[in-house]
């Protein structure tokens, strides 16, 4: 059974189930007492069950860099998968207690009911754990060992683990790679402060930059920038123009 409940597909199916049949043994929304205990865990698991698949396919729809924090882009899914669902939702209410029929007037109402659902579904189930995976392998010579796994450990794998550059967005970081970039909860100065010293170098209060990765130093009247290994353009700020003249970056021409 531990080995069974280990595999993914059957871990979250065992968690919609086991939602399903909180929400119908607690009866939310006017379920209790209209619906008999039978249809009214048959409804809410069905529920769950058609309420994940279709934040699935939200989750599809919606590009990540188009709202790349975490939170909000749950949020997002959750509130465009509530859409059609409230149609779904006063079908399946209607056929499980005939004759109650939603009226246009009330599909507003029912519309944030369904959201509510949506909400605690898509926080519940597709939320990432908060404890981080185990980092990948560090193969030899690989200088992406030296970053703090807490930074390395949370990247799509698809980005790979060649650092380029970090960028300070808020209370985010925005991780460059050789392929892509993506989001992290962390402040720059942490990652800063954990990353092995002659990796890199603060070039900017915004940005940090991997020695390896430059591969050229623009300079006009009014600005310095740092061309990297992926075309990124990192501003130098005059806080750190010293440092980057003096050749602390390695590789700088």
């Given at each position: 059974?531990r080995?069974?409940?280990?595999?993914?597909?059957v871990?979250?199916?065992?968690?919609v189930?086991?939602?399903?049949?909180l929400?119908?043994?607690?009866?939310?929304?006017?379920?209790?007492?209209?619906?008999?205990?039978?249809?009214?865990?048959?409804?809410?698991?069905?529920m769950?069950?058609?309420?994940y698949?279709?934040?699935?396919a939200?989750?599809?729809?919606?590009?990540?860099?188009?709202?790349?924090?975490p939170?909000?882009?749950?949020?997002a899914?959750?509130?465009?998968?509530?859409m059609p669902?409230?149609?779904?939702?006063?079908?399946?209410v209607?056929?499980?207690?005939?004759?109650?029929?939603?009226?246009?007037?009330?599909?507003?109402?029912?519309?944030?009911?369904?959201?509510?659902?949506?909400?605690?579904?898509?926080?519940?189930?597709?939320?990432?754990?908060s404890a981080?995976?185990?980092?990948?392998?560090?193969?030899?010579?690989?200088?992406?060992?030296?970053?703090?796994?807490?930074?390395?450990?949370?990247l799509?794998?698809?980005?790979?683990?060649?650092?380029?550059?970090?960028?300070a967005?808020?209370?985010?970081?925005?991780?460059?790679t050789?392929?892509?970039?993506?989001?992290?909860?962390?402040?720059?100065s942490?990652a800063?402060?954990?990353?092995?010293?002659?990796?890199g170098l603060q070039?900017?209060?915004?940005w940090?930059v991997?020695?390896?990765?430059?591969?050229?130093?623009?300079?006009?009247?009014?600005?310095?920038?740092?061309?990297?290994?992926?075309g990124?353009?990192?501003?130098?700020?005059?806080?750190?123009?010293?440092a980057?003249?003096?050749?602390?970056v390695?590789?700088?021409?």
């Amino acid at each position: 059974m531990r080995q069974l409940l280990a595999r993914p597909l059957v871990r979250r199916a065992a968690l919609v189930l086991g939602m399903g049949v909180l929400l119908g043994f607690a009866g939310p929304f006017g379920s209790y007492p209209p619906l008999s205990a039978p249809v009214r865990y048959a409804f809410w698991i069905a529920m769950v069950f058609v309420g994940y698949a279709a934040a699935l396919a939200a989750e599809k729809l919606i590009p990540e860099a188009f709202i790349p924090r975490p939170e909000l882009r749950l949020g997002a899914v959750a509130i465009a998968s509530a859409m059609p669902l409230t149609f779904v939702a006063a079908w399946a209410v209607s056929f499980v207690r005939p004759g109650h029929v939603y009226q246009p007037l009330q599909l507003p109402a029912l519309f944030g009911a369904v959201a509510v659902v949506q909400l605690a579904i898509v926080f519940t189930l597709m939320r990432k754990s908060s404890a981080p995976p185990q980092p990948p392998p560090v193969r030899s010579g690989d200088k992406s060992g030296s970053f703090p796994p807490a930074l390395r450990s949370r990247l799509p794998n698809r980005l790979g683990h060649e650092i380029v550059a970090l960028e300070a967005e808020d209370h985010y970081l925005r991780v460059h790679t050789t392929v892509g970039s993506d989001l992290v909860l962390m402040r720059l100065s942490d990652a800063i402060a954990a990353i092995e010293p002659d990796l890199g170098l603060q070039v900017h209060r915004s940005w940090w930059v991997a020695h390896d990765a430059v591969r050229e130093t623009i300079r006009s009247e009014q600005r310095t920038q740092l061309k990297l290994s992926n075309g990124l353009l990192v501003p130098v700020g005059r806080t750190y123009s010293a440092a980057v003249r003096s050749r602390a970056v390695r590789g700088l021409p």
